[in-house]
């Protein structure tokens, strides 16, 4: 479930919903402005989240430099980390030192980039994270060439004999869901599309 789309004015009831639905954990994007064109929110939010928190808190970083807060991010109560290829030139390291802290690793892959460029960093990582949009904001459009590379990732995953889990996250709806998990995904992310619903804790479960 990500955060982004939360009632940041009422940070407890939303953590509260989220606690009771459906959902397998609380997805936060962590944006600078500089990998991404936006910014979201810091440590204090994710500590804030932490206390309310009853099940994982799963952080995708769309940062530069990742790396320098790796720690910080486990102190603040960060179960998965999941970091950009593209943000990271020494991907195979990171994804071991996030291991090394105590976090499950993964790593995420801009919808321009090709599934192919993961073929040695899937074996250091317990999640790969597709992008069906392009990182930075809520609400956009579903890229349809995102069900391919699922395709890609899930043969990636049986020719290696793999355990990584497979994330979606963008776009994700009620009537995309079950084609998304037929594809293989295991884990879908949806923000807007659970917090705009009258009743999100039916949309959390029409999507689960």
């Not at 959902?23 to 064109?37: C, K, Q, S, T």
């Not at 884990?187 to 999100?200: E, H, Q």
């Amino acid at each position: 479930m990500s955060m982004l789309s939360a009632n940041f004015g009422n940070l407890a009831q939303s953590c509260q919903m989220v606690n009771e639905s459906a959902a397998w954990g609380y997805h936060l994007d962590i944006m600078d402005g500089v990998f991404v064109p936006n910014i979201s929110y810091g440590f204090p939010v994710i500590e804030a989240i932490a206390t309310y928190a009853k099940k994982p808190l799963d952080a995708h970083l769309m940062t530069v430099e990742p790396w320098r807060y790796y720690e910080q991010y486990k102190k603040a109560g960060i179960d998965w980390l999941t970091v950009h290829y593209e943000a990271c030139p020494h991907l195979n390291r990171d994804l071991q030192e996030i291991r090394r802290l105590g976090m499950k690793a993964g790593v995420s892959i801009n919808p321009a980039t090709p599934v192919s460029v993961l073929e040695q960093a899937v074996y250091y990582a317990d999640l790969v994270l597709i992008m069906s949009v392009n990182p930075g904001f809520g609400g956009q459009a579903f890229i349809e060439t995102s069900y391919e590379k699922i395709e890609q990732l899930c043969r990636m995953r049986e020719e290696k004999n793999l355990h990584f889990l497979i994330q979606v996250d963008g776009g994700v709806n009620d009537s995309r869901a079950k084609i998304l998990y037929e594809k293989g995904a295991d884990i879908l992310v949806a923000g807007s599309y659970v917090f705009s619903a009258k009743d999100p804790a039916a949309a959390i479960l029409a999507i689960s």
